[in-house]
């Protein structure tokens, strides 16, 4: 499968512990994104990176949200001491970028359960 | 501020009979448009896209969307509905200038089918 991976697909944690998840997009996209999705609403930008530099966070992205891109490859998002409110749907999405537009392709996400 | 507005939450339709859903979109300039299907507990799959050209856009699984610029409009249609075609849509937009391509969602339309 060459799409994009994410892992795991579902996570429970206690409020306050420390959560990481991983992306690993199609492996010649340069662009990776995550995206929060909550329940009943769309998908909401959080931050993306080009090769391994992070270009963008959005005020979404809180002090505990954590993001990496090391080596322009995989991904990972941690989020530190982890609140009710965090419970959501990550995705994760790729595409190559270069001066036009191409296709985004997303993940099936990991589903976060705060309890 | 981009938003997109999607004004149905949830649609019922009959197998076999057509559907329209609404998505209205605000924005400094004409965006790159999209539709997007999400079946439970996946990720995005995209229907369709416009860029530019003709207004009316074919995409895959037999659905096609028509931009209406006068009416800042991206309504994505199906003749002929399938129970498999019962999932949530989104509709979102992408800049066309700059260097970030996040989407900004819509809050979607949850699509029921009934036999």
């Known amino acids: 499968d060459t799409g994009v991976s994410q892992d795991p697909r579902h996570k429970i944690t206690k409020r306050g512990q420390n959560v990481t998840f991983r992306c690993d997009p199609i492996s010649e996209h340069n662009r990776l994104y995550w995206y929060r999705q909550t329940l009943g609403q769309g998908p909401e930008f959080l931050t993306y990176?080009?090769?391994?530099?992070?270009?963008?966070k959005s005020r979404l992205l809180s002090d505990r949200f954590s993001a990496e891109r090391p080596k322009g490859s995989f991904s990972t998002l941690e989020i530190q001491r982890t609140e009710q409110g965090d419970s959501a749907m990550y995705l994760c999405?790729?595409?190559?970028?270069?001066?036009?537009?191409?296709?985004?392709?997303f993940g099936q996400g990991t589903r976060l359960t705060v309890v | 501020a981009q938003s997109v507005t999607q004004p149905d939450i949830h649609i019922t339709v009959s197998e076999g009979a057509s559907l329209e859903l609404r998505c209205n979109y605000s924005y400094g300039a004409t965006p790159y448009l999209f539709w997007y299907v999400q079946s439970p507990g996946q990720g995005l799959q995209l229907l369709l896209k416009y860029f530019s050209g003709d207004t009316l856009v074919q995409g895959i699984k037999g659905f096609e969307a028509e931009f209406k610029r006068s009416q800042s409009s991206f309504n994505l249609r199906k003749p002929s509905v399938h129970w498999s075609d019962a999932a949530e849509y989104f509709c979102a937009v992408g800049p066309r200038s700059g260097s970030a391509r996040q989407l900004t969602f819509g809050s979607g339309t949850q699509l029921t089918v009934l036999p």
């Open positions: 990176f080009q090769n391994e530099a992070q270009l963008e």
């Open positions: 999405a790729s595409s190559f970028y270069d001066s036009g537009y191409t296709e985004a392709f």
